[in-house]
């Protein structure tokens, strides 16, 4: 007997709970700048729960999948950054 679905399911619940606090300091957050952490933050806990999917599936094509959601996470934070500190973001 393996204690490693288990973990899994324990890590799974754990993320689905950060994604749900980030989700609500998104809507209800005080400021723009918390709203952009709290998205770029939804974005790294998204990548973890899809790896997190593949090992307990042992599925090796998800991880190309949370290498996708990495990358639109770090372009999207990285150009909305950009726009609320200049108001544009291609010079």
Same mark, same amino acid.
């Given at each position: *007997? %393996?204690i490693l679905p288990? @973990?899994? +399911?324990?890590? *799974?619940v754990?993320?689905?709970v %950060?994604?749900f606090l980030c #989700?609500?300091?998104?809507v209800m957050g005080? %400021?723009i700048?918390?709203? &952009? #952490? @709290?998205?770029? $933050? #939804? !974005?790294l806990n998204?990548?973890? &729960?899809v790896?997190?999917?593949g090992?307990?599936? @042992? %599925?090796t094509?998800? !991880?190309e999948g /949370? #290498?996708?959601? /990495?990358?639109l +996470?770090?372009?999207s $934070?990285?150009?909305?950054?950009r726009? !609320?500190?200049?108001?544009h973001?291609?010079?």
């Open positions: *007997m %393996s288990y @973990a899994l +399911g324990l890590c *799974m754990a993320i689905t %950060s994604m #989700l609500v300091r998104m005080p %400021s700048v918390d709203r &952009l #952490l @709290a998205l770029d $933050t #939804l !974005f998204a990548t973890c &729960l790896v997190i999917l090992l307990y599936w @042992a %599925s094509s998800l !991880f /949370a #290498l996708l959601v /990495a990358m +996470g770090f372009v $934070t990285a150009a909305l950054a726009y !609320f500190t200049t108001g973001v291609i010079d």
